[in-house]
């Protein structure tokens, strides 16, 4: 069975930062596309950020230049590493895994609980 969990989130003012972070079991770690995924109160999913088996990266217009997201396949673990923090990142975060980065962008089929981060003005 398949458990991907998420930590580090938080309250941070803007401007901030914070590293998220999520631990992946029951899959074959090197194998799988991974992402991050938030969701805003009030708002739809959006996906933030993306990272292939070979580590080829992509992310939203919105946290380019800000957010970094990559992974430790020794450690089966995901990381998004996210700076000058604004109010509109206050969302919960999700990871998700799938076999492409085609799928993580469509419907991921395995999806961690979330965790909050809360950002302050």
């Known amino acids: 069975q398949v458990h991907l969990v998420e930590s580090g989130g938080g309250l941070v003012q803007a401007g901030g930062s914070l590293r998220l972070s999520c631990a992946a079991s029951g899959l074959t770690f090197g194998t799988y596309a991974m992402g991050w995924y938030r969701q805003a109160p009030g708002k739809g999913r959006e996906l933030v950020a993306r990272i292939s088996t070979s580590s080829t990266t992509a992310y939203a217009d919105s946290v380019k230049g800000r957010f970094t997201i990559s992974r430790d396949n020794a450690k089966n673990t995901l990381y998004l590493q996210m700076n000058s923090l604004k109010p509109e990142d206050t969302a919960v975060y999700y990871c998700?895994?799938?076999?492409?980065?085609?799928?993580?962008?469509?419907?991921?089929?395995?999806w961690g609980q979330g965790t909050q981060v809360t950002v302050s003005s």
């Open positions: 998700v895994a799938d076999w492409n980065l085609v799928s993580i962008a469509s419907t991921p089929r395995y």
